[in-house]
């Protein structure tokens, strides 16, 4: 009988654990939410659930049309403003021009670190450090610089830090860049979460898999897949050769349209729980293959976990 005890006591707990996420913060209008890489994508569906839930949302985009199109759809509450990331005078200016706009001793109750690419894709091989820099320099320089700039405007409100990672950032096979500022991402907002934990600041992360978003461009990956193949020495290209980098071209492309979910609609739903929720999470897991499929992946042994991963991998030639 001790069993039963056992299974009761913790289907107990679970439901309690759930049904604490459901309280919300309540007073929507009297909060003030920034958000990043509002042009496209996740950021520019938040952006709008915010605005539709009476936030007061400052949507920085990257590009001008990406800002007009957004006021277009959206309501006066919402502000665009310009930012891009990767430059810190941008970042300080995007900070003076939400300060110049809140109201007298408010602060923002949440900052959403959105803005990602996927950066260079190819073999580690074919691979420069340029490249590493162009995708770290958007995706873990740029949470880390937006997130010093504007903890002092969060801390006033006692609010909360939102980060973008990836189930990449827990378990990496391909695309090392980008699992690379996953990674980072992680480590940052864990070292954040805890740091600030006396502070009355909350830090949570998002973890979503493969979602059909403009990041997910396979045209533009498939262009980058040859010219990373074609910026690598030719001893490196000889020994892979160019009927491997079409056959893991294909594989990676094939790979993407399989796992790609098209309701992107998960992770806005957990960004807004993440922002409205009384207790958020401190992790969001988003999308049956990152939840059903690699998170258990990642708890195995790594023997089994690589393995798995390389089990259609191609052979270089040079290989064989």
Request: net charge positive; proline share 4%.
């Amino acid at each position: 009988m001790v069993w039963l005890y056992v299974v009761v006591a913790l289907v107990v707990f679970v439901l309690l654990k759930e049904l604490m996420r459901l309280p919300t913060v309540g007073k929507y209008g009297e909060r003030y939410v920034f958000i990043t890489g509002c042009d496209t994508g996740f950021g520019n569906l938040l952006a709008k659930r915010l605005d539709s839930l009476g936030f007061n949302v400052f949507a920085a985009c990257f590009s001008e049309r990406g800002a007009d199109e957004l006021r277009k759809v959206s309501s006066p509450q919402l502000k665009t403003l310009s930012l891009d990331v990767t430059k810190p005078d941008s970042i300080v200016k995007a900070r003076a021009t939400v300060e110049k706009q809140l109201p007298s001793n408010k602060g923002l109750w949440a900052i959403v670190n959105n803005a990602g690419i996927v950066g260079a894709t190819g073999q580690i091989e074919w691979l420069t450090r340029p490249d590493y820099e162009r995708c770290l320099s958007v995706n873990l320089y740029g949470v880390i610089d937006v997130t010093k700039t504007f903890l002092p405007l969060v801390r006033r409100c006692h609010g909360r830090v939102v980060n973008m990672s990836s189930m990449m950032g827990r378990i990496a096979a391909t695309i090392s860049p980008y699992a690379v500022s996953k990674y980072g991402v992680e480590g940052f907002t864990d070292c954040l979460r805890r740091e600030v934990f006396k502070q009355g600041v909350s830090v949570h992360l998002l973890e979503p898999g493969f979602f059909r978003t403009t990041i997910m461009n396979l045209d533009a990956i498939r262009e980058d897949f040859q010219t990373c193949f074609n910026q690598a020495d030719a001893e490196v290209q000889h020994f892979y050769g160019r009927e491997f980098a079409q056959k893991m071209e294909t594989r990676f492309i094939e790979m993407l349209e399989k796992l790609s979910s098209p309701m992107t609609h998960l992770v806005v739903d957990a960004y807004t729980h993440a922002i409205t929720a009384r207790f958020p999470r401190t992790r969001y897991l988003v999308g049956n293959d990152c939840k059903y499929f690699f998170r258990p992946l990642w708890n195995l042994p790594e023997w089994i976990c690589d393995r798995v991963l390389t089990a259609d991998f191609h052979v270089p030639e040079g290989a064989l």
